[in-house]
Each structure stands twice: as C-alpha cells, then as structure tokens.
C-alpha cells in the first residue's frame, strides 16, 4: 500500500517535527509551573477560605437557663416579645455581603481582587461538623463570616477584618438608634477558623493546550515549507525548444503555407507529456 502523500512530507521534516516536539514540552511545562525561588510551583489558581463563627445573642438569653422565671406584669403594660434572632442573623449575612462592610475593609486590607477574593456570610443550618454547601434543616441564630483569597493569610485577613467591621457597624446603628443596652442585640465570637484549601483550577488544561498548539504550529510549518520547495523546484526545471519541418506533400493535395513547428522536448527528469503541434492542412 502506498504511503499517503502528507505522511510523506511530514517524515521529509521529521527533524523539524523532533525540534517542535521539544519546544512544545518546553512550552508546556512553563505553561503549568513557575520556577522561583523557592522551586518549582504550579500556575493553578489555588483558592483558600477562613470562616469565623458568630453567636447572635442578647442580654436576656436563656440560652444557660432551665426555665425562664416568672414576671410581673404592670397593669396597662405588655410582656416583651423576644425577636426572632435566627431570622435577623439571615438579614446580617447580606450586611456582611454589602458594599459598606466591603469598602470598610477594603479601606483596612487594600483592595480585593475581584478574581480571586471575596467577604461573604451565611447563617449556619447544620452541626458544626457540617457543610453549609449542603444545607440542613436547622434555624440557628449563628453568622460565619467567610473570607476567600489566593493564600491562607490573605483569606484569615478577610475573615477576621470583616468580622471586626460588621460589629463595630452593628454597635454604631444600635448607639445612632438610641437602643437601650438591655435591648441590643449581641455578637459574640465563637471560633476564628484557621483556611482551608478550597477548588482549584484544572494544571492540565493549559498544560495540554500550549503543548499541542505549539506543536501544531510547527506541523502546519512543515506543509508551508514543502509547497514553497514545490513550487521552487516548478520553476527552476529547464526546457529545451527544437523546430522540425512539416512533411512534404505529395503533390495531388495542396499544402497548406505552414512554417516550422515548435517542438517542446523535455528534459531526461521531467514526467509530463509535452506535445508537439502540427501544420494546418488546406482541402
């Protein structure tokens, strides 16, 4: 069976395809890692997060208390309703997700990459132990307060700045809106997370792209190089012209006045047919 014509070229420039093979692995390998100082590292976006917990409370917490004792009642006065304190911890976490709490720790840490970092809460619905990706059934008055960056301290940093920033916000709304102290609610911290390595991107994706870009170039090269040594050798080929007389009548039909004709002969190397032209004859 014959080799088909572009297996053929591409073994023609089977160096050059060697050559784009190794520049290819080259360009790969900076493609995935970076060399520094401290050795060779992956380029793949590695995303830390740190969570500190918060307790909502108030002063009048019976969180400790077997039974909550009796009360009297001032004629003309009704009892005190106790707010739901599970449902304001939802409303906290989108203050803590909001603009202001952002540009207060923006002012404290510099400004977040908007790629790679960001301050977020949400109200806990499972055990401790639990993963609020996959949320449970709880109501539970407790804020985690989240912080996402590139590096485990960039993340801690998020994490206990915004902390920080939403209480004293909470303490300046409560001063500003004149809120007596045993009405106030309370924000007590209960755990300040060390991070966590969260996803990463895939190291293999821009790994195998560069590679096999790289190396299509220089197969796309190869075919480039071939057709522009096809055509050279096209038009370098040389031609010899030879004249040959037309045959003489025989004197009963008359001939037409018909000069030399040229005669295209090819050289010893050359496959096509040339072919020679003849006379036109009169009737």
Not at 267 to 283: C, I, K
Request: hydrophobic residues 40%.
């Amino acid at each position: 069976m014959e080799t088909p014509k572009y297996l053929q070229t591409l073994w023609s420039y089977k160096w050059l395809l060697a050559f784009g093979l190794v520049v290819a692995a080259v360009a790969a390998f900076f493609a995935g890692f970076s060399v520094t100082s401290d050795g060779v590292q992956s380029r793949a976006v590695q995303s830390y997060t740190a969570s500190t917990t918060v307790l909502v409370t108030s002063p009048t917490d019976t969180l400790f208390q077997s039974q909550v004792p009796g009360q009297t009642i001032e004629e003309g006065v009704t009892a005190a309703e106790p707010l739901d304190l599970a449902a304001a911890t939802q409303i906290y976490a989108y203050l803590v997700s909001g603009a202001e709490v952002r540009s207060e720790v923006e002012a404290a840490t510099g400004p977040l990459d908007e790629d790679t970092e960001s301050i977020t809460a949400i109200r806990r619905t499972t055990q401790p132990a639990g993963d609020e990706r996959f949320p449970g059934s709880l109501k539970l008055p407790v804020l985690q307060i989240v912080g996402t960056a590139s590096t485990p301290e960039r993340a801690e940093e998020l994490s206990a700045t915004a902390t920080d920033v939403f209480l004293d916000y909470v303490a300046s709304e409560q001063t500003a809106k004149q809120i007596a102290p045993e009405n106030r609610v309370e924000l007590e911290v209960l755990n300040s997370g060390a991070a966590v390595a969260g996803e990463t991107s895939n190291p293999a994706i821009p790994i195998v792209v560069t590679g096999f870009a790289v190396f299509l170039g220089f197969v796309a090269l190869a075919f480039v190089l071939a057709g522009i040594r096809s055509n050279r050798g096209k038009r370098n080929r040389p031609r010899r012209r030879s004249r040959v007389a037309p045959p003489a009548g025989d004197g009963t039909t008359p001939q037409a006045d018909t000069s030399s004709v040229e005669v295209i002969e090819p050289t010893a190397d050359e496959d096509d047919q040339v072919l020679v032209g003849a006379g036109t004859r009169a009737d």
